[in-house]
């Protein structure tokens, strides 16, 4: 049970049905047993009803729901919740990775220009880190295993290499653009940003 109840399985969204965060069952259920949050009692993608935590504990259990028991009996696991008074959708900067970064690059090596797939391309530090230079969005870029491996630990004009454009930042993006469907939750995809 405790297993089901910490896992972060539950889509929150703001008042307005925007996607903000994901949360575990146990903060799903603290937040709606204090009318922070209605759960969404989900049929399908045309039929939803929000549910508030007093009618939410008496929901007949369907055959693809996930339960816990408590001394009550068995209660529904909510895979999305409404927040009653927050609209606000959060902005975030993607965290640094090399899927991020292929993204921010348009899987395009930025040294040749050739959109590469994943697995002909990795992250280049145009300053090197055994010349002091970090793993920032203003000091990395995608580049191709080959060039990489030409450049190895020099500067790019030192290898004879000159960058399409200087590497940058990405701006802030409401955080429903980053929210993930990793356990493949059927209810959370109405309100998810599809990706192409």
Request: proline share 8%; aromatic share 6%; hydrophobic share 35%.
């Amino acid at each position: 049970m405790n297993d089901v109840l910490n896992k972060a399985t539950v889509l929150v969204l703001n008042r307005n049905w925007q996607a903000i965060h994901v949360r575990t069952p146990a903060d799903a259920f603290c937040q709606m047993a204090t009318d922070v949050a209605t759960a969404l009692d989900i049929e399908s993608e045309d039929v939803m009803s929000p549910v508030r935590w007093k009618d939410w504990l008496i929901l007949p259990i369907r055959e693809q729901d996930n339960v816990v028991m408590t001394t009550r009996g068995p209660v529904r696991v909510p895979t999305v919740i409404v927040l009653a008074n927050f609209a606000k959708v959060p902005r975030t900067r993607p965290k640094l990775s090399a899927r991020t970064l292929r993204e921010r690059d348009g899987s395009r090596c930025q040294y040749t220009g050739r959109v590469l797939r994943p697995d002909e391309g990795n992250v280049d530090h145009v300053v090197p880190r055994s010349r002091g230079g970090k793993t920032t969005w203003d000091n990395c870029v995608w580049a191709s295993k080959e060039i990489n491996s030409k450049k190895g630990n020099r500067l790019p004009q030192e290898a004879g290499l000159k960058l399409l454009a200087l590497p940058k930042t990405p701006p802030e993006v409401p955080v429903t653009l980053s929210i993930r469907n990793t356990h493949g939750i059927p209810d959370w995809e109405p309100f998810l940003f599809k990706r192409k």
